[in-house]
């Protein structure tokens, strides 16, 4: 598959640093390599063999679409009447008025918002999930110019993979 930006370089050219089973390690390893001022732009984190993982955390109900709209909704509107009262006149209005009646109006759009939302999926998708996406593996890659050092501050073997030890030989 070729790289999404032409103009960009393939880190998946690279070589292969080290190999990890969870994205937190990779990112400790480049992090080692950062704190001993090794020059990071040389280095890629890439995922391998990814897939999506969609974990249903509950149903779906009528409750759930109001209470999801009305938080959504009050958020919405906290931060527009803040930025509203930043512009207003002191005068005209009270600035702690403009923000509560944003968090109000909001709440009730999004309550209503929340509503007409899950009447329009027709019950088709009644349940909430939570996605990501996960590799079974996380490649460190570095550019060929900065492998050797990269392995000396990570304390590992000059090749690496290491070599397989050599089948002892059979006489006939």
């Not at 790289?3 to 080692?32: C, G, H, I, W």
């Not at 009305?70 to 207003?88: D, E, I, N, R, Y």
């Not at 209503?112 to 909430?128: H, P």
């Not at 593996?137 to 993979?161: F, M, N, S």
């Amino acid at each position: 598959m070729p790289p999404v930006n032409p103009q960009l370089p393939d880190p998946t050219r690279d070589p292969v640093l080290a190999s990890f089973d969870n994205y937190l390690l990779a990112q400790e390893a480049v992090d080692k390599l950062s704190d001993n001022k090794f020059p990071v732009q040389k280095v890629a984190i890439v995922g391998v063999d990814l897939r999506m993982v969609e974990q249903v955390i509950g149903r779906m109900s009528w409750g759930r679409a109001a209470g999801g709209g009305l938080l959504t909704g009050a958020w919405f509107g906290l931060l527009l009447g803040l930025f509203v009262s930043f512009f207003a006149s002191a005068e005209d209005s009270n600035p702690t008025t403009l923000i509560l009646l944003g968090l109000i109006y909001g709440a009730g759009f999004g309550i209503i918002f929340g509503l007409v939302s899950y009447w329009m999926t027709g019950g088709k998708r009644d349940f909430l999930s939570r996605s990501q996406i996960v590799a079974t593996k996380y490649d460190v890659h570095v550019t060929a110019d900065g492998l050797a050092d990269a392995r000396k501050i990570l304390g590992l073997a000059a090749q690496w993979p290491p070599p397989l030890p050599d089948a002892p030989e059979t006489t006939p």
